[in-house]
């Protein structure tokens, strides 16, 4: 399925085939597709680069579908990333999380930090941290071969 260039987000690079590879949803994805491309937010004069998530219901484009500027895609790797890192850990505590210290990481980041945190606010933490822990585990095999791919081209980069 085409993405479509004659909407506000201006593709530029695409991966068109995204719902064959979109982990536990390949080849049943509403998500079609993601693009890097000019974005819809873009002022007269000032243009930012965005990514997007193309989802279709099947009838038409949908409005769920996601653009994000890239650093924000970067950001949410880093705070993947941290939290997958987390939980490789997470049973030495008796509620998956040091419940006097919920801060995981202050990850530095322009002059300042990324908190990452448990979220103590949910008042089903202790239920939902263990849900969350064990759809990671299902999803270990599937995130290891992206972080694998991710670390690869990283350093390819030079990073």
Known sequence: MKIPTMLKHKPVIVSENYENVDGRYAYQSDAKGLSLGLAQWNDRGKVDVSAKVWRHTGEKWSRQSEELPLHRVIDLAILICRTKQHFRDAYRYP?????????????GIQGDAMTVAVCTDNENIDEDIALFRDALAVDDEMLGERFAVLSRILKEMGY
């Open 95 to 107: 509620k998956l999380y040091d419940t006097e210290q919920p801060v995981i990481d202050r990850v």
